[in-house]
Nanobody, 118 residues
Framework: QVQLVESGGGLVQAGGSLRLSCVVS????????MGWYRQLPGRQREWIAD????????TYAASVKGRITISRDNTKNVVCLEMFSLKPEDTGVYYC???????????WGQGTQVTVSS
């Protein structure tokens, strides 16, 4: 059973930064392209970033490109998301999961709440 545990969210002022972490247990992420997703209030969950494996190629959604950096540590089975220049419209719940068809994704974790005040 794969378990995803996200952390690092919180309340931050506009322009601030946060570092989110996702610890994966039950399966090695070494060969899995991994991603971060978010669910904004009243919206469906959306993909915002992903990182492939060997080499670590990153891709970002246009809405966050230039303001976030995704990284991975296969030895610790952790995926991180550095967020900076945060905006109030970034407020939402952030999740990690692997990248792939919807039916192949692991069970979602509880996510981590990010709240950006203006």
């Amino acid at each position: 059973q794969v378990q995803l545990v996200e952390s690092g969210g919180g309340l931050v002022q506009a322009g601030g930064s946060l570092r989110l972490s996702c610890v994966v247990s039950g399966r090695s992420i070494r060969f899995a392209p991994m991603g971060w997703y978010r669910q904004l209030p009243g919206r469906q969950r959306e993909w915002i970033a992903d990182i492939t494996t060997a080499p670590d190629i990153t891709t970002y959604a246009a809405s966050v490109k230039g303001r976030i950096t995704i990284s991975r540590d296969n030895t610790k089975n952790v995926v991180c998301l550095e967020m900076f220049s945060l905006k109030p419209e970034d407020t939402g719940v952030y999740y990690c999961n692997k990248i792939g068809p919807m039916q192949s994704l692991w069970a979602w974790g509880q996510g981590t709440q990010v709240t950006v005040s203006s």
